[in-house]
């Protein structure tokens, strides 16, 4: 801590100052990034520690069983493009495509090039 013997009047400020606000970040994250912390360096240090240590393992697993999922013997000719991108959109589950976007571009691209994106 860098300055452990003023925590409890820092915590007090800390409380303060979010009963005063009307909106309540909901991670370390966005609470980070939503205010100037050069007023509590050691809630900003305690912060920065917590919002760099995973919590879980879960994200490096998911990406793992992504891997073994694809690269089975049948799918071992696919292109390392393709690969990359059927891994991110299996990753990324929660990120919806815009279905008229897509095809919109595909429609652009013409018939030639949809047989590359589809081999």
């Not at 009963?19 to 509590?40: A, Y």
């Not at 990324?92 to 279905?99: A, G, R």
């Not at 008229?100 to 691209?109: A, G, K, Q, T, Y």
């Amino acid at each position: 801590m860098p300055h452990p013997t003023s925590i409890h009047a820092e915590l007090d400020l800390w409380e303060t100052f979010w009963n005063n606000q009307s909106v309540i970040p909901s991670t370390i994250t966005e609470t980070l990034k939503s205010i100037n912390m050069r007023g509590f360096p050691n809630i900003s240090e305690r912060f920065l520690s917590m919002g760099t240590i995973p919590i879980t393992t879960c994200e490096c697993e998911r990406s793992i069983s992504v891997i073994r999922r694809l690269k089975t013997y049948m799918r071992n000719r696919m292109t390392e493009s393709r690969f990359n991108s059927l891994a991110l959109m299996s990753i990324h589950e929660e990120i919806i495509p815009d279905v008229e976007r897509v095809l919109n571009i595909f429609s652009v691209l013409g018939e030639r090039h949809l047989e590359l994106v589809f081999t």
